[in-house]
């Protein structure tokens, strides 16, 4: 059984990981690059710089996200995609200005505003990561379409507020049922070592503010890599509920119910 103690525990030695493995280092007069240790899909150490900015700062990605993306065969010129990128990233109030992803920060939000710009990269990120000339579509609408066709009720793109104080997007929610408790479903795109511990510390630090109950399903994503077992492992070991994408149709009653 898992105790508060042991959660806190977890959540502290996170907190304390960010801040051992985080960078900085003088760009030019006015720009601090910041090195995260949270990886991209090249698993490289994400970056972003801040600069001051009248009485609060300015931080930005530089352009690296989307620029990446284009460059490896996603372009984000069409429509749909143009709305769900302004959907993902306005559940941070993260905004877009050319190429480059901004947000403007108080001394006082620097923490959260900063925690909000390293998600909406990682978001973005993966969200499009597969949207190559050789897959038709994002895994999202991959999941999206399944669920719409299996009659499963959902709310999209939901933010949700931690024991942190930090904001957390999760893909869909779908309420409560007389059958089912509120499921929290979460399409991994690209389920890897460090995308299963940042969903996991995302489910640590919100599972206590939604109903005792509630479960989180995390679909990753194996049509074109099979899925490590200790991804799958790790996801379980903290009550999370993963589902294969092969595997799917096993979990269509569970969240239509």
Known sequence: MIMIEDI????????????DKTVLKQAGADWVEVTTPHLD???DHLQFYIRKDGNGYLL??????????ISSGCPLD??????????TLAGFGVQVDGDQL?????????????????QAMLAVND????????????FYEDVMQWMDLADIRYTPKIKITGKSGYDHMFDFVIPKSRKQPERIVQAVSNPKKDTAEALVFKWLDTRETRPPES??????NDSTTTVSHSVIDALKNYDLEPVLWSQREQAREALAA
């Open 102 to 118: 901004l947000l403007h920060a108080t001394p006082e939000s620097f923490s959260i505003k900063k925690h909000n710009l390293i």
């Open 215 to 220: 479960r989180l399903h995390a679909f990753l």
């Open 8 to 19: 806190q525990k977890l959540l502290d030695d996170y907190t304390r990981w960010l801040k």
């Open 41 to 43: 899909r090249h698993n």
């Open 78 to 87: 069409s429509p749909k995609r143009q709305e769900l990128l302004k959907t």
């Open 127 to 138: 969200l499009f990561y597969l949207a190559s000339p050789y897959v038709a579509s994002l």
């Open 60 to 69: 930005t990605d530089d352009g690296y996200i989307i620029n990446d993306l």
